[in-house]
């Protein structure tokens, strides 16, 4: 037995599947060719306006209301500043102080038990372009610079690299059920970051924690972090201080390395943009989108379980993906469900 305790939490990024991009027209359809979902807008040229993409604010909503989280009418974009040549403005049009969704939580289910994770806050953000190194050269494409993706970001609630995949799994099915996201992590629809700590057992303090960069499938996550957690135990023991940095998983190896030391939130002058008003929402749009909220993954296996008698875990396969549960059910609709459930287990 360990004499330490992990401590994780996770900043989740989402593409939102809406028509356009954030503040501009400009399609977000992926893999086509570079630099032709581009205006002035997303391309960042001077004095350009941008304009809020309302259902972006609907599908982030979303998100929000299936997590149980608190909305603020009354949120508010700011700019956080850094550069990077992907990203033309040289700030992110993001959320800090006052983000669209805060105090949510998601129940998940490991080892028979079910635990409640915290999720901090959602808030929408721009996403950057792509930088492209092939030999001597460096390609720039902004197709995706400025295509909306809200951040997820959970308390420091989990304690394995398990219960971060639990958590993820479960994330990813709401999200997909929402209808927001496509949900392709392949193409970085869904993307993780997971930050690990380890501390003695029965400590009080968390310890400092390192930011996994690049981790786009749960098989990764997985890895990562117990890759991570062995490390920072071999560093301990060897009487090694563990610094605050963000590490990148390279899948191939099954190692983190160290890319560069954290920045501190400080680092990023964030303040309001003054281009854009706080985002408001309408009590008709409100309860509209409370209404529309689809039957979601837990309610779906509480009910999948009436119908087969199937025992918790088994019913959670069934529910994970959505296209797999609607199969069910039709089959179901048709022949004896148990039946069904087993065939498709
Ligand atoms: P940043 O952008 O600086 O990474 P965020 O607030 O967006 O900051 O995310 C911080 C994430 O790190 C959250 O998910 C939080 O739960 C997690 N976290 C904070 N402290 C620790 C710690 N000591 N160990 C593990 N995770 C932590
Ligand atoms: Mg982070
Ligand atoms: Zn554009």
């Known amino acids: 037995m360990s004499a330490y305790e992990t401590v994780i939490g996770l900043e989740v990024h989402v593409h939102l599947c809406t028509k356009s991009k954030l503040f501009c027209s400009c399609p977000t359809t992926f893999g086509v060719e570079p630099n032709t979902?581009?205006?002035?807008?997303?391309?960042?040229?001077?004095?350009?306006?941008?304009?809020?993409?309302?259902?972006?604010?609907?599908?982030?909503?979303?998100?929000?209301?299936?997590?149980?989280?608190?909305?603020?009418?009354?949120?508010?974009?700011?700019?956080?500043?850094y550069f990077y040549p992907d990203m033309p403005y040289n700030y992110q049009i993001s959320q800090f102080e006052r983000p669209l969704c805060e105090f949510g939580h998601l129940d998940i289910n490991v080892g028979g038990e079910t635990k409640r994770i915290g999720i901090t806050r959602i808030h929408m953000e721009t996403d950057a372009g792509k930088n492209i190194h092939e030999g001597d050269h460096s390609y720039l494409d902004l197709n995706r610079a400025a295509v909306p993706l809200i951040e997820i970001v959970s308390e420091p609630d989990m304690r394995s690299a398990e219960?971060?995949?639990?958590?993820?799994?479960?994330?990813?099915?709401?999200?997909?059920?929402?209808?927001?996201?496509?949900?392709?992590?392949?193409?970085?629809?869904?993307?993780?970051?997971?930050?690990?700590?380890?501390?003695?057992?029965?400590a009080a303090e968390f310890g400092t924690r390192a930011e996994l960069k690049n981790l786009n499938s749960?098989?990764?996550v997985q890895r990562a972090i117990d890759y991570e957690i062995a490390r920072q135990q071999d560093a301990l023991a060897d009487g090694e201080e563990i610094v605050q940095e963000t590490r990148l998983y390279d899948a191939t190896k099954n190692i983190t390395a160290s890319m560069r030391g954290k920045e501190e939130v400080h680092d990023y002058r964030y303040f309001p943009d003054p281009d854009l008003l706080p985002v408001t929402i309408t009590d008709e749009e409100f309860s509209r989108w409370q209404q529309e909220?689809?039957?979601?993954?837990?309610?779906?296996?509480?009910?999948?379980?009436?119908?087969?008698?199937?025992?918790?875990?088994?019913?959670e396969v069934l529910v994970q993906s959505r296209a797999m549960a609607d199969f069910f059910e039709a089959a179901a609709a048709k022949a004896d469900a148990r039946k069904v459930a087993n065939f498709i287990l």
Do not use: W
Not at 41 to 60: D, F, H, I, K, S
Not at 176 to 202: H, Q, W
Not at 294 to 313: C, D, H, K, S, V
């Open 37 to 81: 979902n581009v205006c002035e807008v997303c391309a960042g040229m001077p004095g350009v306006l941008p304009v809020l993409n309302q259902t972006a604010v609907e599908y982030a909503t979303r998100a929000g209301l299936a997590l149980d989280c608190t909305i603020n009418n009354d949120s508010v974009f700011a700019r956080k500043n």
């Open 163 to 202: 219960e971060a995949v639990a958590y993820l799994k479960a994330l990813h099915a709401i999200v997909v059920y929402l209808g927001i996201t496509d949900g392709n992590m392949e193409e970085g629809s869904f993307r993780c970051d997971a930050n690990v700590s380890i501390r003695p057992k029965g």
């Open 218 to 220: 749960f098989r990764n």
């Open 293 to 315: 909220l689809p039957e979601l993954p837990a309610a779906r296996m509480q009910r999948f379980i009436t119908m087969t008698g199937l025992p918790e875990p088994e019913a």
